[in-house]
T-cell receptor, first 109, second 117 residues
């Protein structure tokens, strides 16, 4: 019911290629957060999306929230080796944050 | 520096030997929580606390206890650890509890890698 599904589970790209990860829900999301976890590190907050159709950019990262607020995506343009890590989406619920299983990105130089 | 600290960072123990993982934050955050991270399963919430003396179960609370006697500390207690509790544990805090309408940024600690043999 409240789970968020992330696809793909793994993505291997050549440096310079684009990358997209998707976060889907069967129910309407009130808000969605994105986190990045570097190898051996801890999750670090990237952004929160709240409005239907919202698009936010952080340098080469573009975050989108679907019009129906049931999905979200993170797109990285021209990946670099520093983008390596696992990207998680998380939905807010009353009292807790529910994380997707993440997309692990590897970048070949 | 605003941060969440956890201790120990690494721990190898034996089945049944009680242990405590400490978590402390210096940001005056109301909300604190514990997650475990296992390959292929992502981050699963163990317990969370909305404020001092208020704690509640997350998705995987079995075998764990917590307490919140002070705002800054939120220890995770394993009364009788078992091998299936071998995992990477993260403590996190945020200004206020996540809500359906809005959620504040979660700040994560560096993690505690626990091995139970």
């Amino acid at each position: 019911g409240q789970q968020v599904m992330q696809i793909p589970q793994y993505q291997h790209v050549q440096e310079g290629e684009d990358f997209t990860t998707y976060c889907n829900s069967s129910t309407t999301l009130s808000n969605i957060q994105w986190y990045k976890q570097r190898p051996g590190g801890h999750p670090v907050f990237l952004i929160q999306l709240v409005k239907s159709g919202e698009v936010k950019k952080q340098k080469r990262l573009t975050f989108q929230f679907g019009e129906a607020k049931k999905n979200s995506s993170l797109h990285i343009t021209a990946t670099q080796t520093t983008d390596v890590g696992t990207y998680f989406c998380a939905r807010g619920s009353q009292g807790n944050l529910i994380f997707g299983k993440g997309t692990k990105l590897s970048v070949k130089p | 520096e605003a941060q969440v600290t956890q201790n120990p960072r690494y721990l190898i123990t034996v089945t049944g030997k009680k242990l405590t993982v400490t978590c402390s934050q210096n940001m005056n955050h109301e909300y604190m929580s514990w997650y475990r991270q296992d390959p292929g399963l992502g981050l699963r919430q163990i317990y969370y606390s909305m404020n001092v003396e208020v704690t509640d179960k997350g998705d995987v609370p079995e075998g764990y206890k917590v307490s919140r006697k002070e705002k800054r500390n939120f220890p995770l207690i394993l009364e009788s650890p078992s091998p299936n509790q071998t995992s990477l544990y993260f403590c996190a805090s945020s200004l206020s509890p996540p809500l359906a309408a809005y959620s504040y940024e979660q700040y994560f600690g560096p993690g505690t890698r626990l091995t139970v043999t």
